[in-house]
């Protein structure tokens, strides 16, 4: 390929993404719009517009009629077409999800396990099965699959194995090379990318912050991690490595974390940290009094073994009914992960940092203490404008933003081949 065309390929691709990208924003709209939105010439939106008709990545629905003028055709992202599936490993299990080109959901399914000792293997066996059936049920619906892409907690490489998950016990694991291979479709590209990054991603693009250029979202259902957008891009890092604030050192002689080291973010104030903590605590010993039968069940649940979600819900209705020690649980982790958050905000300014996963669904017993180590850490004046602000998806973040990241090729304007 010349110079000269490779010039006029990339300036293609360039002006399709601003297409895209303003329709995905602003659709319904016209093309008058889209030129005044992107700041193309109208005979060139015009051609991709055409060009994107054809391919059935957008459509025409009614027309409006302008102030001054004819009528105009308004025009929306197609999803009909075209499909990516997102798919999550934690602690708490496996979720897949799929959604069409223009971000609707098509499924969504989770099972429990394989569990954090089951190791990679039974992990990878799990997650090609859900993939293959996500794959046979959005092609029945007469969609494509444009890619896959999985969001684990921990550090991933350009090569999309993951170099270190502590929470899960893995190391060195080729899990893009593996997952492709056990779903034997070389035609569906697989990704994989760090848990958080993919939430915040999700944040970005479909939350109540969508558009915000400066934010931040932490979980910690399985580690802690934090997925970054600044100045209205994600934080990447040199080799994909950002984020990690799990493993911020904030006990010297803390407890020992999955990396090895003690008195990590993630040893003291991760979902599975908070359950065992919690687990050790005398059940009702110092629930207020009036606090009901209701509560009173709830220690029964909270038993130390168990599927993690269970183990969760049994944690939210003892703090719900005013445990003491879960109160007390609670509070410490908050303030642990309240310093952690700090030490982005204080580095990053963002507007808001998000409780995701279920950080989100303790959000009510942990975000007094977080807002509390903000205001005594955070050097800016008001915490330098920032929120903590709760997920309003919970439980999908990450692989709602692992199909939008499966779609990135399109977004960035390389369409699939006919």
């Not at 959005?138 to 090569?159: E, K």
């Amino acid at each position: 390929m010349s110079t000269q065309t490779a010039d006029h390929t990339d300036i293609r691709a360039t002006n399709l993404a601003a297409v895209l990208g303003h329709l995905r924003r602003a659709a319904p709209c016209s093309r008058a719009a889209i030129a005044t939105g992107t700041g193309l010439n109208k005979a060139t939106v015009t051609s991709i517009v055409g060009e994107l008709l054809d391919r059935r990545l957008v459509r025409e629905t009614q027309q409006t009629q302008n102030h001054v003028g004819r009528p105009a055709t308004l025009l929306v992202l197609d999803g009909s077409a075209y499909a990516t599936i997102g798919l999550e490993v934690s602690a708490r299990g496996l979720t897949a999800l799929g959604c069409d080109a223009a971000g609707e959901q098509l499924l969504r399914w989770h099972r429990a396990g394989p569990g954090v000792d089951a190791g990679p293997a039974k992990t990878v066996a799990g997650l090609a099965a859900l993939a293959r059936r996500a794959i046979s049920t959005v092609q029945s619906s007469g969609r494509r699959v444009l890619g896959i892409t999985v969001g684990v907690p921990g550090l991933v490489n350009r090569d999309g194995a993951v170099v270190l998950a502590a929470g899960l016990g893995w190391r060195d694991v080729p899990l893009r090379t593996e997952l492709a291979a056990a779903i034997a479709r070389p035609d569906i590209p697989v990704t994989v990318e760090n848990d958080a990054s993919l939430g915040v991603l999700a944040e970005h693009l479909y939350g109540p912050l969508a558009g915000s250029a400066n934010l931040i979202q932490v979980t910690g259902d399985t580690g802690v991690g934090a997925g970054i957008i600044a100045d209205g891009r994600p934080l990447a890092g040199n080799l994909g490595y950002v984020g990690e604030i799990g493993h911020l050192r904030v006990l010297p002689d803390g407890p020992l974390c999955g990396c090895g080291r003690r008195g990590c973010l993630e040893a003291l104030a991760s979902l599975p940290a908070i359950l065992a903590r919690a687990d050790e605590t005398p059940a009702r010993a110092a629930a207020p009094a009036g606090a009901g039968a209701g509560a009173g069940a709830g220690a029964v649940d909270a038993a130390g073994d168990g599927d993690p979600q269970q183990r969760l819900e049994a944690l939210i209705r003892r703090a719900d009914a005013g445990e003491a020690a879960v109160t007390e649980v609670l509070q410490d982790a908050g303030t642990h992960l309240g310093y952690g958050i700090a030490a982005l905000v204080n580095i990053l300014n963002p507007e808001a940092v998000v409780l995701g996963g279920a950080y989100a669904l303790l959000a009510t017993h942990l975000t007094p203490a977080i807002e509390q180590a903000l205001r005594e850490a955070v050097i800016a004046p008001d915490a330098g404008g920032c929120a903590v602000v709760p997920s309003t998806f919970p439980h999908t973040a990450t692989p709602l933003g692992a199909t939008a990241h499966a779609l990135t090729p399109l977004t960035n304007g390389r369409l699939p081949a006919p």
